[in-house]
């Protein structure tokens, strides 16, 4: 016969546990230990001669004390800022038109989710080729005698604004912010459209006062994606930004491959501001995603 | 509000299928019909959800309005009981303070009182569905569509909400299309009921007269109307030709009105009375009932429902027994 003992009763209730314990140790092996590895290393201490041998604390972070990393943070914060908003507002918008649109017309989802399977770098690469001064569209504009000039095309790539970095990622990004939403979009609408029409309600009115709200959470979760997605990536703004950009993923790799094992903590330093930043905005969509749902609030 | 040849396609199948309806001012009219039959089709176009295929909807005045309520109250989760009262006014245009105002005022009508601020899951399910009424209501329909409002309700709080809006409806005035699959229901509210099959309306009648004259036995078979037994077997059993017009080929009888008599005392005595006939048949099944017992009795292969007053005598299983049917109890309609 089955005994129960206070060691069963325990392992009972903390079974569930054990179906994410692998999924658990992963996280805790590999990216708290790479974490608490990379903090150790960015806070290293540093020998330095003057009159004395000196051991100098925190190096790294104070090396990063200078106005132009503050404005490498504002930029690789601005860029990201603008990729994850901009990204969220179109990938809205389309999957609106694909939920009202996609009965009628399947292949219009497939052409929207293929860039999700291209790599970064590839994007990047296209990009180039298309939006040069010497690319595609400009000679295509050129021919048919839009412009004077090949020159006379927008500096897209390598520009100061970073729009070409910016365009770059939304080809990435809307994407996956349609794959993310389209779903929820779609059971909201069969929710939802037929009482707001019943209660007099237009399509945008039942789309600003109905779906977008309810959809909130989930919307800017994905934007929060993106965002902290886009602020440590490396390759788009590496092929497509000028060298003066300063985007610190770029300038970190720099240090990190080009400058010798003794500046590698400055690229890590680097990195740990970046983290900072976006567990920093997490943390805030969490606390106001949490007095949303405080307040009484259910989406489902 | 009256529907002129009304059509309803959807994907080449016809749901909706030449229908005439007129609903008076202040009226309960209640659609009854099997799944499947297009009442919530029906009700769907009235409201403008569904665009009719052909016809017309006309109103007594230029332009009517319609509000819909349906099984689930289909309350918007985000917004609190007074936000979603007061949505329809929001659609309208109304300024926010006075579309609170008209909410506030409205939620007496509702009796949720002191409940504007709580959200849809906080709310208990007649709760809710008081506010997807009043969502409605508000908006002044001059025809409100129920689709089965209550159905999801226990029987106590659905006699509760029917009440509740009876009353509603009688100081409101507002003409109300009622779906509904309890008979029960239907009874207690409705002005006229119409049955509908296969979208068509099939009969239209005042609630009593429906079940006197059935129009077809399906629809008495729908009804659920007890003893339906054919002219050539009540021919039989009254032992003569009976006096009724050659259409009327169906006769039923409520199981209140047959009587389980004692052969050897009452026999002879009943027997002279000239409206009625005594039927033999063996009990086949007996079930308690809050009056006394239903039993099914099987006759000449038909079966008859018959119950019983008082719990005293028991009907045993294929015991032979007498019934007696009175004939102006039958009521006649066309098979």
């Known amino acids: ?300 | 509000m009256q529907l002129e040849r009304i059509k309803i396609q959807i994907n080449q199948s016809i749901i909706i299928n030449s229908i005439d309806l007129q609903i008076n001012s202040g009226e309960i009219f209640v659609l009854m019909g099997p799944s499947g039959s297009g009442k919530t089709t029906l009700l769907k176009g009235i409201a403008g959800l569904i665009p009719f295929t052909s016809g017309k909807l006309r109103w007594e005045e230029k332009h009517g309005t319609t509000g819909i309520v349906f099984q689930e109250p289909r309350l918007f989760p985000h917004l609190t009981v007074l936000e979603n009262i007061a949505f329809g006014l929001r659609v309208k245009g109304i300024p926010a303070k006075e579309r609170r105002n008209q909410a506030l005022d409205f939620l007496k009508n509702l009796q949720l009182e002191s409940l504007e601020s709580r959200y849809p899951h906080q709310l208990s399910g007649g709760q809710q569905q008081r506010v997807a009424l009043g969502r409605a209501l508000i908006l002044k329909p001059d025809l409100l569509l129920l689709d089965e409002p209550f159905a999801s309700l226990d029987t106590s709080l659905r006699q509760d909400l029917i009440e509740w809006l009876s009353k509603l409806q009688r100081r409101l005035g507002f003409s109300i299309l009622w779906v509904t699959h309890y008979l029960d229901e239907a009874l207690s509210v409705a002005d006229r009921i119409g049955i509908m099959f296969e979208g068509a309306i099939q009969q239209i009648a005042a609630p009593a007269a429906l079940f006197q004259n059935p129009a077809t036995e399906k629809i008495a078979q729908f009804l659920s109307l007890p003893n339906r037994i054919s002219r050539k077997q009540w021919n039989k059993w009254f032992q003569s030709e009976l006096n009724l017009p050659t259409t009327q080929n169906r006769g039923w009888i409520d199981s209140n009105h047959l009587q389980v008599i004692d052969r050897d005392c009452q026999l002879r005595d009943i027997n002279k009375e000239v409206s009625s006939c005594i039927i033999s048949g063996i009990v086949t099944k007996v079930r308690p009932n809050r009056e006394g017992y239903s039993i099914q009795v099987t006759s000449e292969n038909n079966l008859l429902d018959v119950n019983t007053l008082g719990w005293n005598k028991i009907p045993k299983l294929d015991e032979k027994i007498s019934i007696i049917v009175p004939f102006e109890k039958i009521h006649w309609y066309t098979e």
């Open chain 1, 1 to 300: 016969m089955w005994r129960t003992t206070k060691i069963s009763n325990q392992l009972n209730k903390y079974k569930g546990l054990l179906g994410i314990l692998p999924a658990l140790l992963f996280m805790l092996i590999f990216f708290l230990g790479g974490t608490l590895h990379s903090l150790s290393l960015s806070f290293e201490s540093k020998e330095t001669f003057s009159l004395v041998l000196q051991e100098e604390k925190f190096w790294a972070y104070k090396e990063l004390i200078n106005v132009t990393f503050l404005q490498s943070i504002g930029v690789t914060v601005g860029i990201a800022a603008a990729v994850s908003v901009l990204s969220g507002v179109t990938g809205l918008i389309a999957s609106l038109f694909l939920v009202e649109r996609s009965r009628h017309w399947k292949w219009l989802n497939i052409i929207f989710q293929a860039p999700v399977g291209i790599p970064h770098l590839l994007s990047a690469y296209l990009f180039m080729q298309v939006l040069m001064q010497s690319g595609w569209y400009s000679r295509f504009a050129y021919q048919i005698g839009w412009i004077d000039s090949i020159e006379a095309f927008p500096v897209l790539v390598h520009d100061e604004w970073g729009v070409g970095v910016i365009l770059a990622y939304m080809w990435k990004e809307v994407p996956f912010i349609i794959l993310l939403i389209s779903p929820f979009i779609l059971k909201l609408f069969s929710d939802w459209r037929e009482q707001s029409i019943a209660l007099g309600g237009s399509f945008s009115q039942t789309v600003r006062w109905v779906i977008v709200p309810i959809l909130l959470p989930m919307w800017v979760g994905g934007m929060w994606v993106v965002f902290a997605f886009t602020l440590g990536a490396y390759e788009i703004p590496a092929l497509l930004a000028s060298t003066s950009f300063g985007s610190i993923p770029v300038e970190a790799f720099q240090e990190y491959s080009q400058f010798g094992l003794e500046r590698q903590p400055i690229a890590i330093a680097m990195n740990m501001v970046l983290a900072g930043i976006s567990f920093l905005v997490g943390s805030i969509l969490i606390f106001l995603q949490l007095r949303w749902y405080n307040q009484g609030r259910r989406v489902w």
